[in-house]
């Protein structure tokens, strides 16, 4: 990355951080709230260990990276429903426009059910039950940066803007938050590749009673390449303000099968449950299956210690451009 992109990317970091965040160790696990704005939305950025920075290109980029959105060529939608442990279910959809030759408009919703809960007093004695929900609404745009852009690299950026909300059954509360990505594209006489960056959760958290909490603020910094036709390889750093930093990978090879027909499996690892679940919880496997412009993806998430795992299915939609433009593959 040149020089003066990477000294703005440090400067963009160290501004938007909350004053607090100078620990970004283990001593700060459980001390945010919104802990479902770290819920990944897509089942093949899943598979890859999470490792999605700069690889992000479809309506799930709002998640990922906002930067992704702006290669998009017209349309883009994708839905993914994901079953965890007990009764927890996790949706999530998006959809993004392309507005004109530069420029990329997309729209988020995602819910997450907690199942029901028993209620209990004082004593420990049961009352009833309550049913927690989690809501996010939220819209992004993607920006192909065409003045920083020329035959060496291509440059977009992007931010996303959110409102979340909670209600317990007891109780309730509202918040906002904010990403900002970058994305950048480098071409060489031997193998192109992608280094992305994005600075999730910024923003005023849900306030319960009294106390507002701190939104789940992270930094994400990861690079792409396709060293073969059909191989994809990803490597990320993640920085956590709640947790210690840790890394993600994840391996994608696909094949056509036959015309309009791309078949393809997945692997990743991502270390942010290492001490807490163990080794085997840091494993992803995923697979896909793309006719023409419909995408199916599955992937698979063990639990570790849990004894147990997660399914997350998911449906994409994505429109090739009409006609050649600045933003497709060299």
Do not use: C
Request: aromatic share 10%; net charge neutral; hydrophobic share 40%.
């Amino acid at each position: 990355m040149r020089p003066r992109l990477a000294a703005a990317l440090l400067v963009l970091a160290g501004a938007a951080l909350p004053a607090g965040a100078v620990d970004f160790g283990r001593a700060a696990v459980g001390t945010t709230g919104s802990e479902f704005l770290l819920f990944d939305t897509s089942a093949r950025g899943i598979g890859l260990g999470g490792a999605m920075t700069a690889v992000s290109d479809d309506a799930a980029s709002l998640y990922w990276n906002p930067a992704g959105l702006a290669k998009i060529p017209r349309l883009s939608a994708t839905f993914m429903h994901s079953q965890y442990a007990g009764d927890i279910t996790y949706d999530a959809a998006s959809y993004a426009q392309r507005v004109n030759d530069t420029s990329v408009l997309g729209l988020g919703v995602r819910y997450l059910d907690g199942g029901s809960i028993a209620q209990t007093d004082i004593n420990g004695a049961t009352v009833g039950s309550f049913h927690p929900r989690s809501y996010v609404a939220e819209a992004g745009w993607g920006q192909s940066i065409y003045d920083l852009s020329d035959s060496e690299m291509d440059l977009s950026m992007g931010v996303t803007t959110r409102v979340i909300r909670t209600d317990l059954g007891v109780a309730s509360a509202t918040g906002f938050s904010s990403d900002l990505g970058v994305l950048s594209r480098f071409y060489t006489n031997s193998i192109n590749y992608d280094m992305g960056f994005a600075v999730q959760n910024l923003g005023s958290g849900q306030k319960f009673g009294a106390v507002r909490d701190t939104l789940p603020t992270r930094l994400r910094f990861g690079g792409a390449v396709r060293p073969v036709k059909g191989l994809l390889l990803s490597l990320e750093g993640v920085a956590p303000i709640n947790d210690a930093p840790y890394g993600a990978a994840g391996v994608e090879y696909s094949v056509e099968v036959e015309r309009g027909l791309v078949a393809s499996a997945r692997a990743g690892v991502d270390t942010l449950t290492y001490q807490s679940l163990g080794l085997s919880s840091t494993l992803r496997f995923g697979m896909g299956i793309k006719f023409n412009d419909l995408s199916f993806d599955y992937a698979f998430v063990p639990m570790g210690v849990l004894d147990s795992a997660t399914h997350r299915v998911s449906v994409s939609f994505n429109l090739p451009a009409k006609i050649s433009r600045r933003y497709r593959e060299r």
